[in-house]
């Protein structure tokens, strides 16, 4: 069974860090494609970054040099360390992950957890 478990978010001023984690379980998660995605309030889900089986990465244009998205093969953690945080960045983060495709659709997701930037 697939699970995936987020974790790290908070509330953070403007200009500050923070760094989430997705720590997953029920399979091994090297060769799957990973994401996070925010959720504003009254907006839909949109896909923040993303990690594929051989490593590449996708980030969309508003956290650009800001977000980094990486992958502990060997904990089956997906991270996203967030700095330089502004408030339009405040949103439920979800952890996602697929085992066969790789764009903005996910199979699975997280709970997910609030980041509050303020």
């Known amino acids: 069974q697939v699970q995936l478990v987020e974790s790290g978010g908070g509330s953070v001023q403007t200009g500050g860090s923070l760094r989430l984690s997705c720590a997953a379980s029920?399979?091994?998660?090297?060769?799957?494609?990973m994401g996070w995605f925010h959720q504003a309030p009254g907006k839909d889900h949109e896909l923040v970054a993303r990690?594929?089986?051989?490593?590449?990465?996708w980030y969309r244009d508003s956290v650009k040099d800001r977000f980094t998205i990486s992958k502990d093969n060997a904990k089956n953690t997906l991270y996203l360390q967030m700095n330089s945080l502004k408030s339009e960045d405040t949103a439920m983060y979800y952890c996602a992950a697929d085992n066969i495709y790789c764009g903005t659709g996910f199979a699975y997701w997280g709970q997910g957890t609030q980041v509050t930037v303020s």
């Open positions: 990690i594929d089986r051989a490593g590449t990465t």
């Open positions: 029920g399979r091994t998660y090297s060769k799957w494609c």
